[in-house]
């Protein structure tokens, strides 16, 4: 059974700085990986996508990369700012469609 | 191009009663998830619907179900609500089915069961 981790479960930073979320999952069997931000009481908005295939995706601030025969991924945030503050979750898409989620880094910014 | 839409947003219902949650995807895609975050569970897979049909199914009873219509929205149906059925649930889109499909998400319907 896939099962992933996310670490750590809260952050609180100061703006402008870099930081790095790290996400784990036990088997290395997928086929893709999402990272998601979650504003509270909100649906999910995509931030970034790998394929199995690839190593790292990016998009502006956000840099995600990942390494399957570790199982793990990290989304790496460049220069913070307040309104970044959110939940963030990765996911691990395996056979079947299925997204399995890890818990979240609850992200704060602080001005 | 308009995303995901859920409807209601909110639902309130008593135990026992029935709730239908309703989802439309995203223009030319025709694959639909439901997933459920129930406070202190995450986010847990509920049903995938492809093409009018279930394809999967995650670790849920019978009571919940579903349905997609040939315009490719989709209906929840959770039978017989039980307390802990108060979550927030979320229905995500895709196009047709690939090993790489990337998936959309709504807004959510909020269920609260009294």
């Known amino acids: 059974k896939q099962e992933v981790t996310q670490i750590p479960a809260a952050l609180s930073v100061p703006e402008g700085e870099n930081l790095v979320l790290n996400c784990s999952f036990t088997d290395s069997a997928i086929y893709n990986l999402q990272w998601f931000r979650q504003d509270p009481g909100k649906g999910l908005t995509s931030l970034l996508l790998?394929?199995?295939?690839?190593r790292e995706q990016t998009s502006g601030r956000l840099n995600a990369s990942l390494d399957k025969s570790s199982g793990r991924s990290t989304l790496y945030i460049a220069a913070s700012q307040p309104g970044d503050s959110a939940t963030y979750l990765c996911?691990?898409?395996?056979?079947?469609?299925?997204?399995?989620f890890g818990e979240g880094t609850q992200l704060t910014v602080n001005p | 191009e308009a995303g995901v839409t859920q409807s209601p947003t909110h639902l309130i219902k008593t135990r026992g009663q029935q709730a239908t949650l309703r989802c439309s995807p995203i223009s030319g895609h025709t694959s639909v998830y439901w997933y459920q975050q129930a406070l202190g569970l995450g986010l847990q897979f509920l049903l995938w619907?492809?093409?009018?049909?279930?394809?999967n199914r995650g670790n849920f009873p019978p009571r919940f179900s579903g349905r997609q219509f040939p315009n490719y929205s989709s209906e929840l149906n959770v039978n017989a609500l039980e307390l802990e059925d108060s979550a927030l649930y979320l229905c995500?889109?895709?196009?047709?089915?690939?090993?790489?499909?990337?998936?959309?998400f709504g807004p959510g319907t909020r269920l609260t069961v009294l």
């Open positions: 790998i394929q199995s295939s690839q």
């Open positions: 995500a889109s895709s196009p047709r089915v690939t090993s790489y499909n990337e998936q959309f």
């Open positions: 619907y492809d093409e009018g049909e279930e394809r």
């Open positions: 996911a691990v898409g395996t056979s079947g469609s299925r997204l399995t």
